[in-house]
């Protein structure tokens, strides 16, 4: 046994194993990539490199007209979950002198009595991303799109900084006994709405969606509002007007006062 | 002769320790999700549950049963004692500390990724790491296996290895080279996100990589469950091996086409051309040879052992088997599972058809009866049968090991039939959430609901395992004997050097993963701008 040679084409296990095992092999290759593709009239290929390129996977330029452009402006902000999460004291220092002039909507210490969004302990990546909105036109406000017009980058990432590092300060109307609604435990699968707590705290946080604890209802109410009425449009893919367009105008005041009663 | 029980012990104490806990969370899984449970809590525990359950049942549990049945029987197939036993003792504590690594991060809620990663999702990087201590744990005894092997064929040269031992390693080998691409994921996808050098991941690459191990890690898993159809079966229901050759050829094809059809998970990624996965879509469809191989000889070495029991007739032999035998009974359902399984197995391979039950409850169904079923229940007789040796005590709780079987099949069909019917009429899998009071969805209610008592049936039936072994070590003393393996009908003196040796088999394995992934993974690495910002897990407020 052992003086019998495996590696030799006259071993027949060798050579019927290795046979089939290519003759497999090539056979499936020329079925996959080449016969099944040209079998296939709407993939409308010029030959057999085309459909061995097709079938391989190989990037095809796309022949298509340009997309159509929206006729207003989108965000142009790209998030990615570890933006901005990094201290700089020197930000924070000139972050805290620029926010004098937000100062008057937005509070002394980032907390609003004025139903403008309370922005201490707010991520800054938050934060950042819509004074650049404003700033571009993506999200338009009378009253921010005039400050951020003026502002230069380093202005916004300072003023992000700042906010992000004020602690947050719990809510003027604090209620813990509110019971969470379902749409923010489990938001409602067969609208295609995902909990608000799995984006916005409580379950999990991802990147771009703000902390919503003791916001006001005013405001919450009126954002989601203007998500689905299609007034506001800065989120990227459409992701909240998706959301809200689908609420119940029972679901929107639930959501509002709920997240103006936590800390 | 058993000479490192303590070692063997181990490895099967901590194998079905963890077993039971996983088993736990599985039936809990399967209430929370059900219209049975008021939703009242939060979906996170969900994820957390999965993930546990899931790397528990699959990374822990059957690469601890595979190490230490592959130690038994290289020591009871080649009759001498283990080569580098301390090296043995390293793993195990490699892959026990590994288990913990990974499950602390995982039960503070800092990794709910599930054990197959999912990718762009990036979870607490200790969480890879422990996953990649089991591994490198296991690769230890493969290194074992192969060295034990070696020296023995040193010491007996031309004699053809034991079948026990050679499928054994075929095992072995066939996970060593498997688990490289779940490797290769981690150590140059996951971890540098995971530990914050870098902030984006190529998920479409990291996916096919894990898809080299997803599939054949199935067969690592089944390979201890068909060492034990043919090497267990016969000799517990006094009856012979129908073939020694059929065996071995079985085994070699597990090693050669078990590899190269991972991309059939992946049949509605974007990454991966179609023509590759029509490519592993036939490689697919060749690993039912094996199968069907096995079922024929194990079928075979029934008849054999009833006709020497004087069993007659064209199917009245099958009355004649040892029903009352907890092998015989194991091993008769494990096949029916695995024959169901292995039909729904067929319509998940198919290109076309697994449109229609791709990411459905179908899916879990089918993994579960394969896995769950057919190759857990022979782990079940797996440990029974190895348990008096390990001991030195009888085990002979028969009735109560019956039972445990019942429930055990019982139990799987009624999870898994009702999951298939699910996945049919479109229940997505891996949700911690269904709203039944939709119009929708509420059909599906009563299924889900007949799964929940399915699950319940298992987790009574894993409980009664336990307890049977835990009795085993409490039973009066007693001279068992040396361990024996079945011996074939004609046993074999010579045989081919293909059918003793991996070096041509190893080959084409290798060679035939190059031909269905190198493709595929060289042009995702090539291409520009094909990753995306990671999504980090368990980030809290």
Known sequence: MSEQKLYSFRNPWFSASVGITIVLAVLSALAGLIWLPLAQSDLKLSGIWDAICSAAGVPRVSTQAPSLQPDFKISNVVMTSEMLTRKDAVSIGRGATLAQRCAICHGPQGVSDAHSPNLAGQFAAVTYKELVDFKTGARVS??????????????????????????????????????????????APMRNIAPCGSCHGDTDTKAGSPWLGGQSAVYIKAQLQAFASGARRNDISQQMRNIARHMTPEEIDQVARYYEAQP | MLTSKRLILAHFWLAFAAFGLALVLGAWQMFVRSPLNAWHFNPEFYYRSVTAHGSIMGYVLPTLVAMGFGYAISEAALEKPLLGRRWAWTGFWLVAAGAVVAMIPVSLGWASVLYTFYPPMVG???????????????????????????????????????????????????????????????IFQILPVALGLRGTIDAGLARVFFSWTLHAIVYFWLIPTYIAYYTIFPRAIGGRLYSDAMARISFILFLVVAMPIGVHHLFTDPQVGAGFKFMHSVFTGLVA????????TICASAEIASRLRGGSGAFGWVKALPWANPIMLATALSLVMLGFGGAGGLINMSYQLDASIHNTQWITGHFHLIFGGAIVIMYFAIAYDLWPHLTGRALDSFGLMRTQLWLWFIGMIVTTFPWHY????????????????????????FSVSMSVIGGLILLISGALFLAVLIRGHRAPGTDVGPYQFAVAVHVPARIPVALNSFGLWLALMVGLTVVNYGYPIAQLMVLPETSVPAVYVGAGR
């Open chain 2, 289 to 296: 040879l094996p199968t069907l191989l096995t079922v024929f």
């Open chain 2, 124 to 186: 607490n990087p200790f969480y890879y790491i422990g996953v990649v201590m089991v591994v490198v744990g296991s690769w230890i005894w493969v290194a074992l296996m192969s060295i034990n092997l070696a020296a023995w064929k040193r010491d007996n040269p031309g004699k053809p290895v034991p079948l026990a031992m050679f499928a054994n390693v075929a095992g072995s080998y066939l996970w060593g080279w498997t688990a490289v691409g779940a490797a290769l994921e981690i």
């Open chain 1, 142 to 187: 009378v009253v921010m799109s005039p400050f951020a017009a003026s502002m230069s980058n380093q202005d916004m990432l300072d003023v992000a900084a700042y906010y992000a590092f004020l602690p947050r300060v719990p809510s003027n109307n604090l209620d813990p006994t509110i019971p969470a609604p379902p749409i923010v435990v489990t938001g």
């Open chain 2, 422 to 445: 699910v996945g049919v009429l479109g229940m997505p899998r891996r949700m911690a959430f269904y709203d039944y009071a939709n119009p929708a969805i509420s059909p599906q209610a």
